[in-house]
């Protein structure tokens, strides 16, 4: 039971450059989410997606997409890095997809740090 | 919309001294609370979580938190920290129908423990 899979763990790129992170959960969940963790900030939410075929923004969208590839798989795409994008970013799924109806428990994956020179 | 605040950025403490780690929230509607702790290298994995009826709940690891509603606050406590509870903890909230259902996190409170 691996639950919710990054990759890759560890990257290093240049300013301008582009690179996707990668997230898959093997829990059935409807939900999945892309936070960015910083120091003294907490976790701040960039996109989600309720469920297989809709994404939307979350509080610190600027410079990324995201693709919900299918149920299994939600990626993060940076298009041309920039040195405030240094950051470590966490995938989460949960089995809750809108409504606002229950609690909201996120399963969340190892993280992937980024650096962006 | 929903926002958390996590009163203490750091909190040294003595192994086997106990440790109370603070949070308020604030909302419009109705709240489910949740702590989430996260080891160094490491993911966040739940600790424990209120959904309704009674206001102390218990989680892994011998913490348990207390829901105050008049007070906004669900303040995490252990009565004897080890060595091993050293790991970041976050607080967050999200709301109940009407509101949001994606959780707001905290800012994060760093347990350091001494041995």
């Known amino acids: ?117 | 919309a929903q926002s958390v605040t996590q009163l203490d950025s750091q909190v040294p403490v003595f192994e086997e001294a106990p440790v109370e780690l603070r949070c308020n929230y604030s909302s419009s509607v109705s709240v489910y609370l949740f702590w989430y702790v996260q080891y160094p290298n490491q993911g966040l994995q739940l600790l424990l979580k209120y959904l309704s009826g009674s206001t102390l709940v218990k989680g892994i690891n011998g913490f348990e938190a207390e829901f105050n509603k008049s007070q906004t606050s669900f303040h995490l406590r252990k009565p004897s920290v080890h060595i091993s509870d050293t790991a970041e903890y976050f607080c967050a909230v999200s709301e109940g129908s009407g509101g949001s259902y994606i959780p707001t996190f905290g800012r994060g409170t760093s347990l350091i423990v001494h041995p």
């Open chain 1, 1 to 117: 039971n691996a639950g919710v899979t990054q990759t890759p763990k560890f990257q290093v790129l240049k300013t301008g450059q582009s690179m996707t992170l990668q997230c898959a959960q093997d829990m059935n969940h409807n939900s999945m989410y892309w936070y960015r963790q910083d120091p003294g900030m907490g976790l701040r939410l960039i996109y989600y997606s309720a469920s297989e075929g809709t994404t939307d923004k979350g509080e610190v969208p600027n410079g990324y997409n995201v693709s919900r590839l299918n149920k299994r798989e939600f990626s993060l795409r940076l298009e041309s890095a920039a040195p405030s994008q240094t950051s470590v970013y966490f995938c989460a799924s949960s089995d809750l997809g809108g409504g606002g109806s229950g609690a909201n428990v996120l399963t969340f994956g190892a993280g992937s740090r980024l650096t962006v020179l």
